[in-house]
């Protein structure tokens, strides 16, 4: 069994930053792909970011290009995401996820099977 948990969450103000991180522990030779995922509140579950655990490769979604980055610590089957320049639209809960999407889906929750329970990321206007 694979289970992934995620951490950093919390409340700030807009402007400010946070770093999410998400631990994937137990058999995890199974997917290749680890993201960031969010939903708000009567949304739609969007793709935040995606790291390929492998090589490196990120992808971002449009409306976090230039504030948020993606990593991953390779040897500790963890990744990160840097939030900076945090927006009020930026909060919802966050929840990390693994998955083997092709490239132009890398974005899609669909093509995640493993995920974590989420961290509510809530940003004050």
């Known amino acids: 069994q694979v289970q992934l948990v995620e951490s950093g969450g919390g409340s700030v103000q807009a402007g400010g930053s946070l770093r999410l991180s998400c631990v994937r522990s137990?058999?995890?030779?199974?997917?290749?792909?680890m993201g960031w995922f969010r939903q708000a509140p009567g949304k739609e579950r969007e793709g935040v970011a995606a790291i390929y655990f492998g090589g490196g490769a990120t992808y971002y979604a449009d409306s976090v290009k230039g504030r948020f980055t993606i990593s991953r610590d390779y040897y500790k089957n963890t990744v990160y995401l840097q939030m900076n320049s945090l927006k009020h639209e930026d909060t919802a809960m966050y929840y990390c996820a693994a998955g083997s999407p092709l490239i132009p889906e890398a974005l899609e929750p669909s093509k995640y099977n493993e995920w974590g329970q989420g961290t509510q990321v809530t940003v004050s206007s």
């Open positions: 137990g058999d995890t030779y199974g997917n290749l792909y």
